[in-house]
């Protein structure tokens, strides 16, 4: 069975375009799991008056409370593991297959791949026009991600939740995505816990899947290239907490200090205002994920 898993929080026109490409797939989804996490914005009425309701492959899920695209992954992960899926496609409501053979060719290369591996992480292409939506290692452009594959993949890299497919072996090896995040990091948690259980994780390239490209800066500190952009402060708040949380758990100490506190903290010094408050949040979260103070702590 194969089973796609879209989270969702107040973006349903979004979301239809989503699904809307999920249902054009030339190789079918069997069960479409939707998380919505209590959205405000008239999501399930929106779904039903489309008809996808009362479609068999459709399930609708949703939450008690806003839990996070953390917790909606975990949530759909576990919908979709103990429905009897063989592979699970995790994706946010913001992105989408670029094509009706998206997933065909993601397949082709998994069936491929898992007679070698049956622990597999195996992803998109997540791009915007020419550019990668995010950066892997030091490409940027589709073009080098292209030039870079071997037989169509990209070996040890992929861009998780963003059409990332999981193996049933894998989830029942490494468990669900960690819903105590809340939100930043868990997809990061989640493909490192894949390599450390052996999986093979790889990029297949002509598996196109359209996502927005965050409006970021790179600069070179101490002669690395390095994201320079700030959030709101509460969500600096959760991506310093659970990324010390992480690196702490592999012992990566030196990336807490260089990444999470002093590239952090000079980009906070160019902001034009709320530097103080963000600056609180900062020190507040590398405090909690030091001490593994998990879980909703700071209200949006």
């Not at 079918?28 to 492959?57: A, H, Q």
């Not at 592979?87 to 082709?108: K, P, Q, S």
């Amino acid at each position: 069975m194969l089973a796609a898993v879209i989270v969702t929080f107040n973006r349903k026109e979004l979301l239809g375009e989503n699904i809307r490409m999920l249902l054009k797939q030339t190789r079918p989804f069997d069960k479409i799991f939707v998380v919505d996490n209590c959205s405000t914005d008239g999501t399930p009425e929106y779904l039903k008056d489309r008809g996808w309701m009362d479609d068999p492959r459709f399930v609708y899920v949703k939450t008690h409370a806003n839990i996070g695209g953390a917790g909606g992954f975990y949530t759909g992960t576990k919908a979709a593991y103990e429905a009897g899926a063989d592979y699970i496609v995790l994706m946010d409501d913001d992105g989408r297959a670029a094509d009706e053979h998206t997933f065909e060719n993601l397949l082709r290369e998994t069936e491929r791949l898992h007679a070698e591996n049956p622990k597999l992480f195996v992803n998109s292409l997540v791009r915007q026009g020419e550019l990668l939506s995010f950066k892997m290692g030091s490409k940027y452009t589709v073009a080098e991600a292209l030039a870079a594959a071997k037989d169509g993949i990209l070996n040890g890299e992929a861009n998780p939740f963003n059409g990332t497919l999981v193996s049933r072996e894998l989830v029942a090896e490494i468990g669900y995505p960690n819903p105590d995040f809340f939100i930043k990091g868990d997809e990061v948690d989640y493909k490192q816990r894949a390599f450390d259980a052996g999986a093979k994780v790889v990029t297949v390239v002509d598996s196109d899947y359209i996502h927005p490209r965050p409006e970021t800066n790179e600069r070179t500190v101490l002669g690395r290239k390095v994201p320079f952009f700030v959030e709101a402060p509460w969500k600096e708040y959760y991506a310093a907490r659970n990324f010390t949380y992480m690196y702490k758990q592999n012992g990566w100490y030196k990336a807490i200090a260089f990444e999470l506190i002093f590239v952090k903290l000079l980009a906070i010094l160019t902001m034009k205002c709320q530097k103080a408050a963000t600056a609180k949040m900062l020190a507040k979260g590398v405090k909690d994920g030091w001490q593994g103070k998990l879980g909703a702590t700071v209200k949006p």
